[in-house]
């Protein structure tokens, strides 16, 4: 059915910046409301930043505002969060996730498909 692939974790400096990418396939990408979620060891995971299928609506979780964006390419299928200024907070498994549905929002029960994951380290 629907699968979600993310690329571009690693490992990155305290003040630097990484681009994460998730590419869909098997669904209708373009009417996806789509988000980026993280866990962190030890943590429960926890919202990052959403966006719309027309990329007309977006939110931000309080602790990235400002740093991270997200943004989408409905003719690549592809979603991006753009990271900046990265913290050793940001430190997480990052995860993608798409909810077919036109609604946005910010918990994690509301989106049906899940990415494998990609590891952000940022180091002190």
């Known amino acids: 059915q629907v699968q979600l692939v993310e690329s571009g974790g690693g490992l990155v400096q305290v003040g630097g910046s990484l681009r994460l990418s998730c590419s869909a396939s098997?669904?209708?990408?373009?009417?996806?409301?789509m988000a980026w979620f993280r866990q962190a060891p030890g943590k429960e995971r926890e919202f990052v930043a959403t966006i719309s299928w027309n990329s007309g609506i977006t939110y931000y979780a309080d602790s990235v505002k400002g740093r991270f964006t997200i943004s989408r390419d409905n003719a690549k299928n592809t979603v991006y969060l753009q990271m900046n200024s990265l913290k050793p907070e940001d430190t997480a498994v990052y995860y993608c996730?798409?909810?077919?549905?036109?609604?946005?929002?910010?918990?994690?029960?509301?989106?049906?498909?899940w990415g494998q994951g990609t590891q952000v380290t940022v180091s002190s």
């Open positions: 098997g669904g209708t990408f373009s009417s996806y409301t």
């Open positions: 996730a798409a909810d077919p549905r036109l609604r946005v929002g910010r918990q994690s029960h509301q989106y049906d498909y």
